[in-house]
Structure formats: structure tokens, C-alpha cells
């Protein structure tokens, strides 16, 4: 009888194919941002939405095709907070991310990766960047409530 495979690796896969052949800002193949993001979490959930957290935006791949997939509810749970959606303000887009503890976590290492490989003439991106980092840090530690 054949194994199924654990989701989070089934997570990286899905993540590899969605990504194949995109490039970031900074010419690096697009798959080492999620590769590093989830080598710093050590429990198959986090690992599973760092892979999966640019796959709904970036993809044709949607919320019930992870369903599909066999993705746990927190996965799908904070992928869907993480995925910013089409005409959202970036300011309403983090204060969604902050509510949902799996994908705060997973964003504020998103936006620590992101501002080490940003541009230096990306200082207003940056900045925002920063910000957001220091709000969703700030929920985290239980210092401020969303």
C-alpha cells in the first residue's frame, strides 16, 4: 500500500510548479523566497503556508484546489489571510494578515526576506515594509490587539 505524502511536502511541490521559471526583483530564481521562508519554521503547517503563501496570487492554483490537495484547514485558513486580494489597500491587507496567527507568522518572515534582497532604490517600499512588520510583531508579542 503506497504512503500518502506529507502535506507540507505536497505544499512544496505545488509551490516549485507555480513558480517554474519566475524570477524576483533581483533575478533569483522566484522559488528561493518560499525555500527560505519555510526552512525557518519547524512544524509542517507554517512550513506548509511559507511554501504556499505567493501560490494563490502568483498561480492559476485556487483555495479549493489545496482543499484538493489535502491541505489542513490552518493551512488553508492562513493562506487565504495572507493572499492579498485585487484592489485591496495594503494597509487593510495587513491588519487581515494580523488576525490570523499562522499567517502573521509567516509574513513577518515574508517581509524580513523581502527587505533583504529589496532594492536600494526601494526606500519607500521599505519603509512600508518596516511598518508593517512592526505592526504585525507588535500583535504577535500581544502588545497591540487587531
Known sequence: MSQKKPYHLTAEQI????????????????ITHPRRIAAQFGTPVLQAISWLHDVLEDSNVSLKD??????????ISAVKAITKQKNEEYKDYIMRVAKEPNARKVKIKDIEDNLN???????????????????LEMVDEGRWEV
Open 66 to 75: 489545496l482543499e484538493n490537495f489535502g491541505m489542513p484547514g490552518p493551512v
Open 15 to 30: 509551490a516549485r510548479e507555480s513558480h517554474c521559471g519566475k524570477n524576483r526583483w533581483n533575478g533569483d530564481p522566484y
Open 117 to 135: 534582497s529589496i532594492p536600494q532604490c526601494g526606500h519607500l517600499r521599505a519603509d512600508k515594509y518596516k511598518l508593517s512588520k512592526w505592526i
